[in-house]
C-alpha cells in the first residue's frame, strides 16, 4: 500500500475528533460573554461554526448508528453536500483582503498616513460590502490622526451605517472620541451612551471611562462617578487604572470643596 493511501485514510479517520474538538471549543467560546470571545467573533463565523456542527453530528451517526444500508447512503450524500458547502462559507469567511485594504494597513504601520488614508478611500469607494464596512473605520482613525476630524466623523459614521456588529460599536466609541474633540459634548455623551447600551460590547468598559470624563466636565459628578465604576469594574486593566485615578481625583476635589 503506498504513502499517499495510508496517510488520506489517516486524515479520513482523525477528521472527525478534530472537527469535534473544534466545534466543542467554538461553542464553549459562545457562552463567553460576547467582549471576551476568540473564536466566534461574527455572526458569518458563528454561522460557519453551526455547519461544522452539522457536519460533525452527521459523521458520528454514520460512524456509530449502525444505519440500514440505504439510509446510510442518503446521508453519506448529504454529508458531503454540507461539506461543499462549508468550504464554500469558509472561504468566504476568510479570504484575503484586496490589495487596497492591504496597502492601506500596510501605509498606515509604515506611517504614510497619506497613503493610507487614499487606498481606504479607494475601498470605500469599490463597493465591496464585505470590505467597506473595515475599510471606513480604518479611514476614520487614519484621518484622526492626521487631525481631519471632519473627515474622521464621516468615516466613522459610514461604518456605523453599514450594521455590522463586529465594527459597529467601535466605530461609535471613536465618534464619540471625534466629537468630543470638536467640543460637541452632547453629541459625544450620546455616542458613549449608545455603546453602553451594546449587549457585549468590548468597548463598553472605555466608553464608560470617556463618559465619565465628559459627565465630570459637565458638573454631573455622580453620573461620572457611575460611569467611572462601571470602568472599574468591567474593563481590562489599561481601562481600570485611568478609571481609578480618576474616580480618586474626583472623590478628593469634592471632599475639599
Known amino acids: 500500500m503506498?504513502?499517499?493511501?495510508?496517510?488520506l485514510g489517516a486524515v479520513a479517520w482523525l477528521a472527525p475528533f478534530l472537527i469535534t474538538a473544534f466545534v466543542v471549543l467554538g461553542w464553549v467560546d459562545l457562552l463567553r460573554p460576547a467582549s471576551q470571545r476568540t473564536l466566534v467573533t461574527s455572526r458569518s463565523r458563528g454561522m460557519v461554526l453551526a455547519l461544522w456542527s452539522a457536519w460533525a453530528l452527521l459523521a458520528w451517526v454514520l460512524r456509530l448508528a449502525g444505519l440500514p444500508?440505504?439510509?446510510?447512503?442518503?446521508?453519506?450524500?448529504?454529508?458531503?453536500?454540507?461539506?461543499?458547502?462549508?468550504?464554500?462559507?469558509?472561504?468566504t469567511v476568510v479570504r484575503p483582503r484586496s490589495g487596497d485594504f492591504r496597502r492601506?494597513?500596510?501605509?498606515?504601520?509604515?506611517?504614510?498616513?497619506?497613503?493610507?488614508?487614499?487606498?481606504?478611500?479607494?475601498?470605500?469607494?469599490?463597493?465591496?460590502?464585505?470590505?467597506?464596512?473595515?475599510?471606513?473605520?480604518?479611514?476614520?482613525?487614519?484621518l484622526y490622526r492626521r487631525g481631519d476630524l471632519d473627515g474622521a466623523r464621516a468615516a466613522f459614521q459610514r461604518a456605523i451605517d453599514s450594521g455590522r456588529p463586529d465594527v459597529v460599536p467601535r466605530a461609535i466609541l471613536n465618534l464619540g472620541n471625534v466629537l468630543d474633540r470638536l467640543g460637541d459634548e452632547q453629541g459625544a455623551r450620546a455616542a458613549y451612551e449608545r455603546v453602553l447600551g451594546i449587549p457585549g460590547a468590548r468597548q463598553a468598559?472605555?466608553?464608560?471611562?470617556?463618559?465619565?470624563?465628559?459627565?465630570?466636565?459637565?458638573?454631573?459628578?455622580?453620573?461620572?462617578?457611575?460611569?467611572?465604576?462601571?470602568a472599574i469594574d468591567h474593563g481590562p486593566r489599561e481601562v481600570r487604572e485611568p478609571a481609578a485615578?480618576?474616580?480618586?481625583?474626583l472623590n478628593n476635589a469634592q471632599a475639599g470643596e
Open 245 to 249: 485615578r480618576a474616580l480618586i481625583q
Open 205 to 230: 468598559a472605555k466608553a464608560a471611562l470617556r463618559l465619565g470624563e465628559v459627565l465630570e466636565r459637565e458638573g454631573d459628578t455622580e453620573g461620572a462617578r457611575a460611569a467611572y465604576r462601571r
Open 69 to 91: 444500508h440505504s439510509t446510510a447512503r442518503v446521508l453519506v450524500h448529504v454529508h458531503q453536500v454540507l461539506f461543499a458547502a462549508i468550504l464554500v462559507a469558509s472561504v
Open 104 to 142: 492601506g494597513r500596510q501605509s498606515s504601520r509604515r506611517g504614510d498616513l497619506d497613503g493610507a488614508a487614499a487606498a481606504y478611500r479607494r475601498v470605500v469607494g469599490s463597493g465591496r460590502r464585505a470590505e467597506v464596512p473595515y475599510a471606513a473605520f480604518n479611514l476614520g482613525c487614519v
Open 2 to 7: 503506498g504513502l499517499v493511501p495510508v496517510l
